[in-house]
């Protein structure tokens, strides 16, 4: 299977999901804005992600961005997609 990245194509088998460096995040967030970011500024977009990761619920790597990226290149700002996920502790009764 190929997947059109912005630049070039690139076999699948030549990616993988990466934790994200902080400009790969705030690549990501840029590109999420327009879905996310209703009612905010692009400003006020990323102060409010700013915020999950300095509070409780995101803080200590409760919050990561991942990005799927070449495996030749995990670092790269033109990776095609990216998402977050959330640790959650279930309290026990």
């Given at each position: 299977?190929?997947?059109?990245?912005?630049?070039?194509?690139?076999?699948?088998?030549?990616?993988?999901?990466?934790?994200?460096?902080?400009?790969?995040?705030?690549?990501?967030?840029?590109?999420?804005?327009?879905?996310?970011?209703r009612g905010l500024?692009?400003?006020?977009?990323?102060e409010r992600d700013?915020?999950?990761?300095q509070h409780d619920?995101?803080?200590?790597?409760?919050?990561?961005?991942?990005?799927?990226?070449?495996?030749?290149?995990?670092?790269?700002?033109?990776?095609?997609?990216?998402?977050?996920?959330?640790?959650?502790?279930?309290?026990?009764?």
């Amino acid at each position: 299977m190929v997947y059109y990245s912005m630049q070039y194509l690139i076999s699948i088998h030549m990616l993988s999901i990466f934790c994200a460096t902080a400009s790969q995040t705030i690549e990501s967030r840029k590109r999420s804005y327009e879905s996310w970011g209703r009612g905010l500024s692009l400003e006020q977009y990323f102060e409010r992600d700013v915020g999950i990761e300095q509070h409780d619920v995101g803080r200590d790597g409760k919050l990561t961005t991942w990005v799927l990226a070449p495996i030749d290149n995990p670092e790269t700002l033109d990776f095609p997609c990216s998402c977050e996920t959330y640790v959650l502790s279930s309290s026990q009764s």
